[in-house]
Nanobody, 120 residues
């Protein structure tokens, strides 16, 4: 059974930094994508950043480019999100996502979410 366990959220002042971690277990695929999404109160869930296991290609939302960095340790099946220069508008529940295709079917898994609050 696939499990995603997130950690690292919390309260931080504007301009501060946080690093989120997401450890995946229960799957053995070598080609997959891991992503971070976020959902603020009253808003839809949005993609923040994504990384592909094969090659390490990354993608970022325009709102976080230059401030956030996604990275991964494929051996540990863990993805990280380093968040710098945090703004109040970054406040949201951050969710880890694992996605892969196997035998023509798409598989999608979500973590439980971790709260990030940016406030003075």
């Amino acid at each position: 059974q696939v499990q995603l366990v997130e950690s690292g959220g919390g309260l931080v002042q504007p301009g501060g930094s946080l690093t989120l971690s997401c450890a995946a277990s229960g799957f053995s695929k070598s080609n997959y994508a891991m992503s971070w999404y976020r959902q603020a109160p009253g808003k839809e869930r949005e993609l923040v950043a994504a990384i592909i296991s094969a090659g390490g290609s990354t993608n970022y939302a325009d709102s976080v480019k230059g401030r956030f960095t996604i990275s991964s340790d494929n051996a540990k099946k863990t993805v990280y999100l380093r968040m710098n220069a945090l703004k109040p508008e970054d406040t949201a529940v951050y969710y880890c996502n694992l996605a892969y295709i196997f035998l023509g079917s798409h598989y999608d898994y979500w973590g439980q979410g971790t709260q990030v609050t940016v406030s003075s």
